[in-house]
């Protein structure tokens, strides 16, 4: 019997992967996850790709009054922000992108007064927007998720909720770091505010020294804040905005020695037309002042998105994305190799979640 459970496992794990309408295999045992497939346009250098670009399967096991477990097997096939990537004189390849990982990994334990203590690799509790595509409200995320913020942490976590006010605070390895590179810790944490229904606000701060010891080059410390919100108030409109700003002690690329600093921000309004079709419109910045984030020298983009979006039915998803990236410096590659200083880009994409 457990061949025939993990077998399926294993055919999941191929065939699809998220977050969504769980089913109960047993109790306390559910298996969720989503497959997501896309048409990608660069109008500036005329590139086009169809692509698997995700698939994933969630396994999570609860225990009764005590806590649980969950992994997240994610296969992750392109980079969801090629022309900023490309702008930072990175080469993109769907090939060499192409990783299997567990996404997160963690156990957790209930404590009384319903708060819950994380041990293992789990998404970075901070920001607006999430991190898997079938959580999104369009096909890219904003630069200030892809330059601003980590991702994934590997640490532990206390959090809760009580009144009007939840929370999170833990200490992690450091960004995206599954093994620590040196002997300081990460920290950090959220508190989030719900005045009123429909209203929520949250106050994110991370700080520690990212960065191997070598060569007797210390690790740097590096700090964010980040303020984000999500207003529901108006029935089928969702409103988010967010706010971020950073500080990398002595990794600027413009000025040698001199701190790195940059900032950024999104807003970003999701409206159901009907109950089948939705709009999202999405404008954001990232002012990269010492070109350490984006790795192209001083730099300011700008971004506008427009995404409609169709439920073809229960938890199957289509949705078109164009997105306008505009930056102050020539950055922008076309077919020719020429620079310019900005870039258009289109796709087209189909959601899965079970």
């Not at 995206?176 to 002997?183: G, V």
């Not at 020294?209 to 980040?226: C, T």
């Not at 002042?289 to 938890?315: H, M, N, W």
Request: aromatic fraction near 12%; glycine fraction near 12%; hydrophobic fraction near 40%.
């Amino acid at each position: 019997m457990k061949k025939i459970i993990f077998g399926a496992m294993a055919l999941l794990a191929i065939m699809a992967p998220g977050t969504a309408r769980a089913f109960d295999v047993t109790e306390g045992f559910t298996i969720s996850g989503f497959v997501d497939v896309s048409y990608y346009n660069n109008m500036r250098d005329e590139t086009s790709t169809f692509s698997l670009d995700e698939g994933e399967v969630d396994i999570i096991k609860t225990i009764k009054d005590a806590g649980g477990l969950r992994l997240d097997i994610n296969t992750r096939t392109v980079d969801r922000m090629v022309s900023v990537s490309a702008s930072a004189g990175e080469t993109i390849s769907v090939e060499g992108l192409s990783d299997v990982a567990m996404e997160q990994g963690f156990v957790w334990i209930d404590l009384p007064s319903d708060f819950k203590f994380t041990f293992g690799k789990f998404n970075a509790p901070i920001g607006f927007e999430l991190v898997d595509p079938n959580q999104m409200y369009q096909y890219s995320h904003a630069l200030v998720f892809t330059y601003g913020l980590p991702t994934n942490l590997t640490g532990a976590m206390l959090s809760g909720a009580f009144g009007m006010v939840d929370f999170s605070v833990y200490a992690v390895n450091g960004w995206d770091k599954i093994q620590d590179d040196n002997k300081d810790k990460t920290v950090g944490g959220r508190l989030g505010v719900t005045p009123v229904e429909g209203v929520n606000v949250g106050f994110s701060y991370i700080t520690g020294k990212e960065g191997p010891v070598s060569d007797g080059i210390s690790p740097s410390n590096l700090a964010v804040f980040d303020v984000d919100a999500t207003l529901t108030m108006i029935e089928g409109l969702t409103v988010g905005a967010e706010y971020n700003s950073g500080t990398h002690e002595g990794q600027s690329l413009v000025t040698a020695g001199d701190d790195a600093t940059w900032s950024g921000y999104l807003i970003m309004a999701n409206y159901a037309v009907t109950d089948k079709v939705g709009l999202t419109l999405r404008y954001d910045a990232f002012d990269d002042k010492e070109g350490a984030r984006l790795g192209a020298g001083k730099q300011k983009l700008d971004s506008f998105t427009v995404s409609p979006s169709y439920a073809i039915g229960d938890g199957f998803g289509a949705l078109a994305e164009y997105r306008y990236t505009k930056s102050d410096q020539k950055v922008f590659a076309d077919k020719d190799g020429k620079l310019e200083d900005s870039v258009s880009e289109f796709a087209v994409e189909f959601t899965y979640s079970f």
